[in-house]
Every structure is written in C-alpha cells, then in structure tokens.
C-alpha cells in the first residue's frame, strides 16, 4: 500500500568535508504523489534520495515512510524499489527472471510471481518479451524490464534516480509519458530524480528544486514558472532561461539599458541601495518599434516560434545577454540593431541568503 513520506530536517555532511551535501531539508511527499527532485549537478538531488533510500545515512533529522521513523531502519526493510539510470538487469536472465528476482529472494510464492510478473509486464507492452535476454532488447525496452522489476514488489514508495539519462531524445519524451501514465494508473508515492527540468515540468504532481543542498521551491510546476520564490529558481525553470537584467530605480520605474520600465510603487519602495534585478522570460520580451537597443547576436528559428538573441548595453556600459521569442515573418538578421519591449516582469534583489521575489 502506498504511503507518504515525510523529510523532517535531514542533513547529511560526508566525511572529510564541512559543507553538507543536503542541509535543512523538511519536504512532505503526499500518499501517491508523484514528486520530482531537480536540480544541476552537485545539488543534492540524488543525495536525498539515497538517504531515502537507506543507502546513505543521515548526519541530522528524520525520514518517514507513513507513520514509520526509518531514519535507522536498513534499506532492505523500507519496503522501496528503486529504479537506476543503468537499469542494472542480469544479463544471464530473461526478462521475466528478472523482474522476479527480488521476489524469489523474499520467498514469495511461485504463483504469486508468475502473477505479478504477468501483470506488469501486461502494464508495460513487455509480455511478447518475458523469455528474451536483455541484450536482445532496446533501451527503452530495457527501462521497462527496469520499471517492471519495481512494479512487481507492489512497494509503498518508487524511487528513480534519473531512470531516462540513457535513452537518445525521441525514446525520452516517449517513456516519460508512460512512466507518468502509469504511476498515476499504480497510484504508489514516487520521487523521482532528474538534472532535466523539461523532465520534472511535464512528469510532476509537484517539482521540488534544490541548490548547493539546499531546498529553493516545492510547488506545482505552473507555480513554479509563474511564481519563483528566487532568481536560481526562475533561470533554473523555463526554456530558455528567463532573462535576468541588472537595473537601476528611476522615476517609477526601472531602467533597463536605455529604455524605461513601469514598476509598481509598492514593489519600487522595497529596493534597497537603488539597484535590482529584472527578471524577463523570452516570451515575455518582444521585438518593437520602441524599447531597449539590443544589438542580434544570433536567431534560431524553429518553425511556430523563431528566438532572437542578443546583447544590450546597461547604464553602466556593460553588455547584457538577452533572448526574446519572435513570431513575426520578418525575423531579424545576426548584426542587426532592435528594439525590446518586455509585457511581464519580475524584480529580484539578493537579501543575503537568497534573491528575493517582489
């Protein structure tokens, strides 16, 4: 039966160093929440879910499963399957031995397997395959002997450490939907571990994003975009990333290079020292007849949508990189002088521990 899982302010710091891995970190996962860990490399994402795991152990706090402390509780008896990027399958063993391994191991009765094995492989388009080695299979094929071998252990949490990184574009975008498909089919509590944030906008109930360890924004992946709590969070989600501006206060505005942006009084009355931050997203920035002087660095035009690069001078002569999406006919060529207009904006001003949103 699938259930909750609670991180009650985990910390782990490896031997050897003094910075932790993953600091502070109080994360509720709901029963049958399908949740992701994003974030760059070194950020703690993997970390947190070994520790769930069992396979690292904490320095500090508490994880639950349900109502069970297991924060000492060895891995084997967390009653988890995990799912790796390498698949991890015995190459000596068909399909259908594999995905029962772990269940030969709990002594589980043979009817009881073939069951199992048959239904999840029934889940996964893999019964034709259930005799053929994994050699003799696809990646993508190999994933869902993978999955299939977690599904049959009918555990209380799914874990997958960036169970996609091996398969080539096309076979991606393909097997995430149907891993999203069928966790919401199981219903089973699933943390699942990615570098790509495509990935975790487009698989998630909820997208938590860390950095350096620690945990920036857990929301909805609408929320996420629309509503950044900082700026690594606004450049971290959204592709391309959002545009990040540094700008100077002016009369009820910003300036932004040379061209002068609104911005309401309330917000204005909360900068300090006279500078911030100016977050844009590329859809957000249009080419127009008036606004900031920005000098096309590059364009990429890819059929509904053309993204126009470029650089812009700030007030204090340094160059600013920008991208903004174009949907005219007439895209702009490299060298070329144009003017942006930004429609929604974000302002940011680092307030120490993070960059904080008005």
Do not use: W
Not at 4 to 30: C, E, K, M, Q
Not at 250 to 272: A, C, N, Q, T, Y
Not at 297 to 317: C, N, Q
Not at 334 to 354: C, I, N, S, W
């Amino acid at each position: 039966m699938s259930q909750p899982v609670r991180f009650d302010d985990v910390s782990l710091v490896y031997p050897g160093t003094t910075d932790p891995a993953v600091s502070h970190l109080n994360l509720d996962i709901g029963e049958g929440e399908f949740l992701v860990l994003v974030g760059p490399s070194g950020c703690g994402k993997s970390t947190s879910l070994r520790m769930l795991a069992g396979l690292e152990p904490i320095s500090a706090g508490h994880i639950y499963i349900g109502d069970r402390d297991v924060t000492n509780v060895a891995a084997k008896d967390r009653d988890i399957a995990m799912v790796f990027q390498n698949y991890a399958l015995y190459p000596h063993m068909s399909v259908a031995e594999n995905m029962a391994f772990a269940l030969k191991i709990q002594k589980v009765s043979k009817d009881d397997i073939d069951r199992r094995v048959k239904e999840a492989a029934a889940l996964l388009d893999l019964t034709e395959y259930l005799e053929r080695k994994p050699k003799a299979l696809s990646g993508g094929q190999r994933q869902r002997v993978a999955m299939g071998r977690a599904i049959v252990r009918e555990p209380q949490v799914f874990l997958m450490d960036e169970p996609l990184s091996n398969l080539d574009a096309k076979l991606r975008v393909q097997t995430r939907t149907q891993i999203a498909a069928l966790q919401r089919r199981l219903g089973t509590t699933t943390v699942y571990v990615t570098h790509d944030q495509v990935e975790a906008m487009t698989m998630g109930d909820r997208v938590a994003v860390l950095k350096d360890g620690l945990l920036q924004q857990v929301d909805s992946p609408r929320a996420l975009y629309d509503e950044p709590t900082n700026a690594f969070v606004a450049t971290f989600i959204g592709s391309p990333s959002m545009n990040i501006v540094p700008v100077t206060v002016s009369d009820g505005g910003v300036m932004m290079g040379d061209h002068h942006v609104p911005i309401e009084r309330s917000l204005l009355d909360k900068v300090r020292g006279g500078t911030a931050q100016l977050g844009v997203r590329p859809e957000d920035l249009h080419l127009s007849d008036t606004g900031a002087t920005m000098t096309v660095t590059l364009v990429e035009e890819l059929g509904a949508d053309t993204f126009v690069y470029g650089d812009m001078a700030t007030a204090d002569g340094r160059d600013v990189s920008l991208v903004a999406r174009d949907r005219s006919h007439a895209a702009p060529r490299m060298g070329d002088k144009v003017h942006v207009t930004p429609e929604r904006t974000y302002l940011f001003q680092d307030d120490g521990d993070a960059e904080r949103i008005f």
